[in-house]
DNA sequence: GTTATTTCATACTAATTAGTATTTTTTATG
DNA sequence: CATAAAAAATACTAATTAGTATGAAATAAC
């Protein structure tokens, strides 16, 4: 990689990291500099505005991060209800980088930038409706299999299990530990059970 | 009503709107007293800080509103399966407040000013507290007058529906119709129907 | 190795921010 | 009405903000 590149990439990486923290409207560009060590000029050189910055760490950063541990894994299971749980379990408890109180950083950006940067909202929108698109046909393969009821619809799951997991990353949030991730995941059990 | 104590309310109702549409962190104090036609005296005279002027609107304003509009409503429900539905349905789709493109007021609140500051936290967190107890207790109801399962655990489907609500109002966010909105509540009618 | 282009460094600006200091007006109280 | 206290108006500050102008160093092309 060549050092331009590199220096692209630490930028967007420590910026990701002060976002997931801090917010991005309270993340400033000063403060980014200053923990890359990345010069003002350097920055402005590889992205004209601070929004720029903040889409191609949704296309660049978020998005094949979630290709590799989402997508993938979800398109290759075999068993949609046990991997979903799975998938959400290990989000919420295990995930190394993933914390409690800062929430999902998804989430995070949908929340602060959606409605009124466009560009967010279309990075964003994108790296979801892939998500949900890869379970709505993990679901579709279950019914095939047998492994979930024929009348079970793919889309009102997806939004389910989805809105799920958004919304009880507030609630880690807002208490900072993790009991509300075990009570969830409780009843996440037994509404996916349902869906045999 | 003295003449103090609106400016003070007139403050407090003009703010919420803003940070309900603009979020916290981005809406100023500058605009707020622009909005208001207040003056930054009268307004420090009334609030020792922004974020006391933001807790304040938690606890005068989105309390009370809740209280009226989410607790009573549960607490005189006879059916607590239907009434569910019902509930998040309105707020989804019939508040005349609340809006698809701004999200949840309390959840925006939630997602950016935790972990930060934790009055806001704890003010925020009494709130919602509340709502899950009114939940909880209505299940026990239901429980004992035959119309949901002995074996439902009332603090689980709490948070299942609390997130739920707080996840889709992300989508709707997102994608700023609430299209997502009417294919989540499909799927919540059937959840809640297998808690019979 | 010279030149051109890419990459980065430094110093700056204009606007905005939360909050303060001080004075003036309004309201309540005797 | 006189006085005290409450409420509000005005003018300011110091810090922070995103972004710019301009030049220097590194890298690539020939």
Redesign the interface.
């Known amino acids: 990689m060549s050092k331009a590149a590199n220096t692209r990439l630490t930028i967007l990486h420590k910026a990701f990291e002060l976002i997931y923290t801090?917010?991005y409207?309270?993340t400033s560009i000063d403060e980014i500099i200053a923990t890359t060590q990345v010069t003002k000029g350097a920055f402005y050189y590889h992205f004209k505005t601070k929004d720029e910055m903040g889409v191609a760490i949704i296309e660049e950063i978020l998005k094949p991060t979630m290709q590799e541990h989402f997508i993938k894994p979800t398109e290759a299971s075999q068993n949609p209800i046990e991997d979903f749980y799975h998938m959400i379990s290990y989000l919420l408890l295990e995930d190394p980088f993933l914390q409690v109180?800062?929430?999902c950083p998804v989430?995070?950006l949908?929340?602060?930038m959606?409605?009124?940067n466009t560009k967010f909202?279309e990075a964003?929108?994108e790296l979801?409706d892939l998500w949900k698109a890869t379970i709505i046909n993990s679901i579709e393969k279950g019914k095939e299999s047998g492994l979930i009821r024929k009348d079970v619809?793919g889309?009102?799951?997806a939004?389910?299990i989805?809105?799920?997991?958004?919304?009880?990353r507030?609630?880690g949030?807002?208490?900072?530990d993790n009991s509300?991730y075990l009570?969830?995941l409780?009843?996440?059990n037994?509404?996916l059970n349902?869906l045999k």
Chains 1, 2 share one sequence.
Do not use: C, D, M
């Open positions: 801090k917010g409207q309270t109180k800062y929430g989430g995070n949908t929340q602060e959606t409605p009124w909202s964003l929108a979801v619809v889309e009102q799951v939004f389910f989805l809105s799920g997991y958004w919304g009880i507030n609630f949030k807002l208490q900072n509300s009570v969830y409780k009843e996440l037994v509404y349902g």
